[in-house]
């Protein structure tokens, strides 16, 4: 009986130690596993944190001002780069349409602001890549006015116009000009008839859209909303998504101390019919759209 009762106990002692081992190395990676799942799950919060809404949106919109002689701005919203660029172009410039070339403010008039969009688009592509999206905005000077609402800016004529120019506008000692937004479309217009070729004339309107958006950032971020509240006055592919996830990349942008915000001018030359984008300002139109 004695010696039935020590076989007992020597088995249970050799079988616990031989299973105590196993059952620490499977609490040891149990645990492991948990902490893994535990940092994972807090790496995975701490990244959603870090992206702010908008901050990955890129937006290029071809915004066009209806009038007899309509004009056009280039914009582009970058949210990863934290720049806002702007960059008019001629209507006069040539667009290449499947029944041979037309301007663009031809075609604005004609077919609209859409066909013109992607007129644009489709001239700039390379043979090798497809044409970039581009959405459109079009509505009347009133109508832009009054989407920026009771924005102002001051306006540094200097920064396009010489000397005599400037004298001849009534510039000539104080070369700032105190714009609101209803009053941008006058100076715009002041600013055009001071310059000389139809490629430099419509960097007016550029330099004085940058102008509100640099100087009031909040500016940019309530655009959205002001083209929501101006919606039946305006003509735009931008759905109501599309709107939102614009805001949004406005919104950031407006919060960033280190956002930029200029124009570019994209090179032409004369052309039977109108101007054309040079090999320069192809290039320039199509990393805008990129």
Not at 20 to 48: E, G, H, I
Not at 177 to 183: F, N, R
Request: charged letters at 15%; proline letters at 5%.
């Amino acid at each position: 009986m004695r010696s039935h009762r020590g076989i007992f106990w020597y088995s249970l002692g050799l079988t616990l130690l031989l299973l105590l081992p196993m059952v620490l190395t499977v609490a040891f990676f149990t645990d492991q596993y948990q902490k893994q799942q535990l940092l994972r799950q807090a790496s995975a919060a701490d990244n959603t944190l870090r992206i702010e809404p908008g901050a990955q949106g890129v937006f290029t919109l071809l915004l066009v001002v209806q009038q007899d002689d309509p004009a056009f701005v280039l914009a582009r919203a970058d949210g990863p780069k934290q720049t806002v660029t702007l960059c008019a172009l001629p209507g006069s410039l040539l667009v290449n349409a499947p029944a041979g070339t037309t301007t663009l403010a031809d075609c604005a008039l004609t077919a609209g602001a859409g066909r013109a969009a992607l007129l644009l688009a489709n001239t700039v592509a390379t043979g090798e890549t497809a044409a970039p999206d581009l959405h459109y905005i079009a509505a009347t000077p009133a109508t832009w006015a009054a989407c920026a609402g009771s924005a102002s800016v001051r306006f540094d004529t200097a920064a396009l116009l010489g000397p005599a120019a400037r004298q001849k506008l009534g510039y000539g000692e104080n070369p700032v000009a105190d714009c609101t937004a209803a009053q941008a479309e006058a100076l715009i217009a002041e600013l055009e008839s001071a310059l000389p070729a139809a490629g430099e004339k419509c960097t007016a309107r550029a330099a004085v859209w940058a102008a509100f958006a640099r100087q009031d950032p909040a500016l940019t971020a309530a655009l959205p909303d002001g083209l929501r509240r101006q919606s039946a006055r305006l003509l735009t592919d931008l759905l109501a998504a599309d709107l939102n996830a614009l805001e949004e990349t406005l919104t950031y942008l407006s919060t960033r101390t280190a956002l930029t915000v200029d124009y570019v001018t994209a090179a032409t030359a004369p052309a039977k019919g109108g101007v054309m984008l040079t090999e320069d300002g192809t290039k320039t139109v199509y990393d805008l759209l990129s």
